[in-house]
């Protein structure tokens, strides 16, 4: 089983339309969680952190589900500018210092 | 505004040359990390280092090396380049591992090697 897992997408919805994104993570030690953004031939940006009692900015909100290792995002009246690739980041416990593990992203294209 | 620079945007080399990736961090960060990203495979982590002079190995650090001889500066190297480096090299830095630390990216080296 893969580190973290996204479904790749690509998600394409209309402009104002609510979309979500899953993301699982195997390693149950895992203690930090992240949403970034990856724009086309850019580089990674942070979105959001994901804690444990769940987090809203502005139209996004990111849900922590421990007992299934299960990290959501959700987008509420998406935007043209909200096309990107999300990638869901787990830091993975290792001796002390924890590189960040990345799913493969998911692509979504918010359509006028 | 926190910064994170590698030398080259885009690279070409010849099979066999040994390529040095630069990258430069502003923010007095601990550890600094190198990733290779490819369509379909996502960020593959090469090398990371949490100190001057530390390393550890990634997830595929073959054919690769790294070098940390001050805290700013972190060089992947490859010894000896071959078509399936072809690739966007990414480099990151980061406070040291506590609950969420975010991670800063550089703008990326896109390598071909031909």
């Known amino acids: 089983r893969k580190e973290v897992e996204q479904d790749p997408g690509p998600f394409n919805v209309p402009e104002g339309a609510t979309v979500a994104f899953n993301c699982t993570y195997s390693?149950?030690?895992?203690?930090?969680f992240f949403w970034y953004r990856q724009d086309c031939r850019k580089e990674p940006k942070l979105l959001m952190s994901?804690?444990?009692s769940g987090n809203e900015d502005g139209r996004f909100t990111a849900q922590l589900n421990r007992a299934s290792q299960y990290i959501s995002l959700l987008i509420r009246d998406s935007k043209l500018s909200d096309s990107a690739t999300y990638l869901c980041?787990?830091?993975?416990?290792?001796?002390?210092?924890?590189?960040?593990?990345f799913g493969k992203g998911t692509r979504l294209s918010v359509i006028a | 505004d926190v910064k994170v620079t590698q030398s080259s945007r885009y690279l070409v080399k010849r099979t066999g040359e040994k390529v040095f990736l630069e990258c430069v961090q502003d923010?007095?960060?601990?550890?600094m990390f190198w990733y290779r990203q490819d369509p379909g495979l996502g960020l593959r982590l090469i090398y990371f280092?949490?100190?001057?002079?530390?390393?550890e190995k990634g997830d595929i650090p073959e054919g690769y090396s790294v070098s940390r001889e001050k805290k700013e500066r972190f060089s992947l190297i490859l010894e000896s380049a071959s078509t399936n480096q072809t690739s966007m090299y990414l480099c990151?830095?980061?406070?040291?591992?506590?609950?969420?630390?975010?991670?800063?990216f550089g703008q990326g080296t896109r390598l071909t090697v031909v």
């Open positions: 390693n149950s030690a895992s203690q930090s």
């Open positions: 990151a830095s980061s406070l040291p591992s506590t609950v969420n630390t975010e991670a800063f």
């Open positions: 994901v804690y444990s």
């Open positions: 980041v787990v830091s993975a416990p290792l001796s002390g210092n924890t590189p960040l593990v």
């Open positions: 923010m007095d960060h601990e550890n």
């Open positions: 280092s949490y100190d001057v002079k530390m390393k």
